[in-house]
């Protein structure tokens, strides 16, 4: 009835109101006439009303009433029309709804009384359902991937936790940026890397494996062998809690203490620098003996952390099951340090912080002063006499900011260690001792540490001289150098390059730099880690054996990743 009314009576309206325009247009003579609103239908569903909104015919308003709501009282909203059989016929639709809508309801209740005594086989039904298809869908798009299904040890066991070539896995495992990691967890793993280095993503990926596997789902790893857990604990990141009066220190002990608490032998952490909310020294401590004391409890996992002092520490020492990895990196065919993603055995204390913060588009001028502070901060921490600006005479190519040196006998007359007077009557006979070292014994040791740190005879080493001007051999620069030179005052410097022609040259315009000596580091060595361990052991002996040094700047190139 209402469809009826509605193609009888309104529809009608609105044809009509469309054939008038079009003969108005035709028939215009350009005289502006008052525009009409158009006759369009609604639906109020606010008062359950059906009518027309716009300018009807004086023509057809004969035929029209004001609508009603359901009260009936008029709407008072303008330009509204319909008719009483429209009304009617509403009325009556509306009224049946109200019917059927008591009906069904009814029939619900009936339906769901005789339900009542198997709902709980039903909802167990509809439960194993749902479970099933995503069981289904986890199946179908694991094997798409090319994820596998882990041997699970029995709960009583506590058993092998292995992962062969696993790859986080919001990612494709033939993508070519995708780089696979095996760990056989024996404890927990210290891992130590730079930053952008991939910790944090081999700890993502680990702690998946290991909670999917305990799931009885597939894992995105070639193979896995996986313990059961009693309990996974990932702390990734700090965050203060203003509301609670807490900072993000304050969250970090409490989360801790957590974690202490709760953890058994069978649990799986991941810890991800535990202690950085405080001063390094506190951090180092608090890292350090959290680690002893997860070790002590016996839970596996990974503990990542840059307090490299942790290396050093009892807590460490003191911790029988710990596993030694870290990040490995790279030199790349521009010079630059880069990450392979890779974890490989062994400890590294390089943080590559300037590189990271060069690549974030940061001045390189402002990164120079960052370099310089960190060589400070270094120092003080080794103990070493704070240097101001002007206790420093500084010798640097701006074209190569590594070959900042420091003056010893500048800083010495600046910080008031050493009278000038007495040095200049007691100078020549100092530089005379000096002079006793030459770039003969220079070399000498040089070729004797190389064959005790690269473990190769000493007859098999690439050492070889070279004279202020004289350029090295060309296939010298695909690989890394360490080298020595000495300047017409006696002073010896030591250093790393993959660059040594271009080093050279940087010595030799400070103007003081005549000869010098250096060492081809092979590629099959680690090349570029290996050399920075060569140079770290390099100065410590000619420090050892009274060579006079005009700088140990380049110590700072030597936490890089070494085997443990």
């Known amino acids: 009835a209402l469809e009826r009314a509605v193609r009888e009576d309104l529809e009608p309206a609105i044809e009509a109101q469309r054939l008038a325009r079009l003969e108005e247009v035709k028939n215009s003579t350009g005289r502006k006439k008052k525009k009409e609103e158009d006759l369009v239908m609604r639906f109020d569903e606010m008062k359950g009303r059906l009518y027309l909104k716009g300018t009807m015919a004086s023509s057809k308003s004969k035929h029209f009433v004001k609508p009603k709501d359901q009260k009936g009282l008029q709407i008072a909203t303008a330009n509204c029309h319909t008719t009483a059989k429209v009304e009617a016929a509403l009325d009556a639709y509306i009224k049946a709804v109200g019917v059927a809508r008591l009906g069904v309801a009814g029939i619900l209740r009936e339906l769901s009384s005789e339900l009542e005594e198997d709902m709980e086989s039903l909802v167990c039904a509809a439960s194993f359902a749902l479970v099933t298809e995503t069981l289904k869908e986890h199946t179908r798009e694991a094997v798409q991937r090319g994820w596998s299904l882990p041997k699970l040890h029995p709960d009583t066991e506590r058993g092998a936790w292995d992962m062969r070539d696993a790859w986080p896995y919001w990612m494709d495992r033939r993508g070519a940026s995708t780089v ?34 305990n799931c009885g789902l597939f894992v ?96 460490a020492k003191n911790a029988r099951h710990v596993q030694y990895m870290c990040m490995e990196v790279s030199r790349s065919a521009d010079g630059q340090n880069k990450p392979t993603w890779k974890v490989v055995d062994g400890t590294s204390e390089e943080s590559l912080a300037i590189d990271v913060a060069r690549n974030a588009g940061i001045p390189e001028k402002l990164l120079e002063k960052m370099e310089a502070y960190a060589l400070q901060a270094q120092q003080l921490k080794n103990g070493q006499h704070s240097l101001n600006r002007d206790d420093v005479t500084l010798f640097f190519n701006e074209d190569d900011p590594s070959t900042l040196t420091m003056n010893p006998t500048s800083i010495c007359f600046n910080m008031g260690l050493v009278d000038k007077a007495e040095h200049e009557q007691t100078g020549m006979e100092e530089l005379a001792e000096q002079k006793q070292k030459s770039l003969g014994d220079a070399k000498e040791l040089m070729g004797r540490v190389a064959s005790s740190v690269l473990k190769i005879n000493r007859d098999f080493l690439d050492l070889r001289e070279v004279s202020r001007g004289q350029t090295p051999a060309p296939n010298v620069s695909t690989h890394s150098c360490v080298y020595i030179v000495q300047n017409l005052d006696g002073w010896f410097y030591c250093g790393e390059t993959d660059d040594l022609s271009g080093r050279l040259e940087s010595h030799a315009k400070n103007g003081k730099y005549v000869d010098g000596v250096f060492l081809v580091v092979p590629k099959e060595l680690m090349g570029k880690s290996t050399a920075r361990e060569l140079e770290k052991q390099t100065i410590l002996e000619l420090q050892k054996q009274g060579f006079s040094l005009s700088s140990g700047a380049d110590m700072r190139h030597s936490k890089f990743a070494k085997p443990n």
Not at 183 to 212: D, E, Q
Not at 259 to 270: D, F, G, H, N, P
Not at 273 to 287: R, V
């Open 180 to 213: 696979p990691n095996s760990i056989h967890f024996k404890g927990l793993v210290l891992l130590t890397g730079p930053n952008m280095g991939g910790k944090s993503t081999v700890m993502r990926t680990s702690m998946s494996v290991a909670l999917l596997g």
């Open 220 to 315: 995105p790893a070639v193979e896995a062998t996986l313990p059961f857990f009693d309990m996974f604990v990932v702390r990734m990141s700090n965050s203060d809690s203003p509301v609670e009066g807490r900072s993000a220190f304050n969250m970090e002990m409490q989360e801790l203490e957590s974690v202490l608490r709760e953890c058994t032998a069978k649990s799986a952490v991941a810890l991800d620098e535990m202690g950085k909310g405080t001063e390094p020294s506190q951090g180092a401590g608090i890292a350090a003996a959290t680690l002893e004391e997860l070790d002590h409890t016996g839970v596996r996992g990974i503990f990542a952390t840059h307090f490299h002092d942790i290396l050093r520490l009892d807590g």
